[in-house]
């Protein structure tokens, strides 16, 4: 296992440092890799790491909110189906399209965008047995995966975890969401970042 989390995280410090932007010291760029233009081979393989840490807890569901974290539940819950089960995704909407039923809706301020972000989740695809991995690209204050959290707890749906490709440490967003007790699992940690001179201090 350990062997395929480490494989993967060499590859991402490599892209990161290659392709990754620092536009602050809070705030990295990974658009060309990672959430707007995708490398599917590596992408493939996050989803495998993040398969390989929770693939023992029983998971049912991946949850993710539209659209950053969309490719990375797909192919963590692609992953986790090669173990002979049959898990689903769910996305998360941003707004609440006229088509939806039985949702559950919280409003989120976006740490990057800087604006209020709704985001709605139909209860009709949930059952009261299903375990739910939430995962995303970035765990920066954890709203985002704290919300939709909370949209499991209004349906009386178990969360199991928490997976991200990249955590920016002292952020909050671990500390916020490690109250629940539940695993939070990074592929990438990073200390720092200098705007000015575009280095990354990743953590060991």
């Not at 010291?25 to 993040?50: C, M, Q, R, T």
């Not at 995303?136 to 975890?161: K, Q």
């Amino acid at each position: 296992m350990e062997d395929v989390i480490e494989d993967v995280r060499i590859r991402l410090r490599e892209k990161i440092k290659e392709e990754g932007e620092v536009l602050g010291k809070e705030f990295l760029k990974v658009d060309s890799f990672l959430n707007h233009k995708v490398a599917p081979s590596l992408l493939n393989d996050v989803g495998k790491a993040i398969c390989e840490k929770f693939q023992k807890l029983g998971v049912t569901k991946v949850l993710t909110a539209e659209a950053a974290g969309n490719i990375i539940a797909y192919t963590t819950a692609a992953n986790l189906n090669k173990e002979e089960t049959n898990v689903e995704v769910v996305y998360a909407k941003k707004g609440v399209p006229s088509t939806m039923s039985g949702e559950e809706i919280r409003t989120i301020r976006s740490p990057t965008k800087k604006n209020k972000t709704t985001l709605a989740v139909s209860g009709d695809y949930f059952d009261q047995d299903d375990r739910v991995l939430i995962v995303d690209d970035f765990l920066f204050t954890g709203r985002t995966a704290g919300t939709l959290s909370e949209i499991m707890d209004a349906l009386s749906v178990t969360v199991v975890g928490y997976g991200f490709v990249i955590r920016k440490l002292g952020s909050g967003g671990y500390e916020r969401l490690s109250k629940e007790g539940k695993p939070i699992f990074s592929l990438i940690e990073i200390e720092s970042m200098n705007p000015e001179t575009g280095d990354i201090s990743f953590s060991n």
